[in-house]
T-cell receptor, first 114, second 110 residues
Framework: NSKVIQTPRYLVKGQGQKAKMRCIPE?????VFWYQQNKNNEFKFLIN????????QIDMTEKRFSAECPSNSPCSLEIQSSEAGDSALYLC????????????FGEGSRLIVV | QQNVQQSPESLIVPEGARTSLNCTFS?????YFWWYRQHSGKAPKALM?????GEKEEGRFTIHLNKASLHFSLHIRDSQPSDSALYLC??????????FGTGTKLQVVP
């Protein structure tokens, strides 16, 4: 079973609604990633953190997505105003510091925007 | 911009067969290479990684890397029905996040 815990497993939102999902990384892993896996299995990197600081993020994330990894609380990814194209599986992964480290994924939060 | 492509898109093999999956990448500065496996409805899980040219074997799985050809592959010996899953390759460079291919769907039939 995955040691990265994501909640909720499913969420259904109307267009324009906020959608928020949470992630508890594996213990001892200071780096957290969010990826979007669409129905064609395309993995899109969204943002990553080391401890509470953003390391990298893509343009889309800057505009409609917000994310944080506060100290002693789950990390979160929030879509401010959901669009149909946001329907996807949102995967959280964690890793040790440094490049070249394996990602440990949660089972994802599946968002359906109706 | 890194482009990662996988082939074939899908594959059906009989139990006991040897299976070969391919991954090509576009950035010659890439340094780290992984294969992940994702069973239906489950989290992707790392199978193997390789960081230098050559071959690496772990159990029934072997990974080959040829950086000059911008290509690496995964070979599964004695394929089992439990190997049926989506296989994802991933590539990263120094200080960059992993970029994934769109996967090969493998089905192993008894």
């Amino acid at each position: 079973n995955s040691k990265v815990i994501q909640t909720p497993r499913y969420l259904v939102k109307g267009q324009g609604q906020k959608a928020k999902m949470r992630c508890i990384p594996e213990k001892g892993h200071p780096v957290v990633f969010w990826y979007q896996q669409n129905k064609n299995n395309e993995f899109k990197f969204l943002i990553n953190f080391q401890n509470q600081e953003v390391l990298q993020q893509i343009d889309m994330t800057e505009k409609r997505f917000s994310a944080e990894c506060p100290s002693n609380s789950p990390c979160s990814l929030e879509i401010q105003s959901s669009e149909a194209g946001d329907s996807a599986l949102y995967l959280c992964a964690s890793s040790r510091t440094g490049t070249g480290n394996t990602l440990y994924f949660g089972e994802g939060s599946r968002l359906i925007v109706v | 911009q890194q482009n990662v492509q996988q082939s074939p898109e899908s594959l059906i093999v009989p139990e006991g067969a040897r299976t070969s999956l391919n991954c090509t990448f576009s950035d010659s500065a890439s340094q780290y290479f992984w294969w992940y496996r994702q069973h239906s409805g489950k989290a992707p899980k790392a199978l193997m990684s390789i960081f230098s040219n050559g071959e690496k074997e772990e159990g029934r799985f072997t990974i080959h890397l040829n950086k000059a050809s911008l290509h690496f592959s995964l070979h599964i010996r004695d394929s089992q029905p439990s190997d049926s899953a989506l296989y994802l390759c991933a590539v990263s460079g120094s200080g960059t996040y992993q970029r994934f291919g769109t996967g090969t769907k493998l089905q192993v039939v008894p």
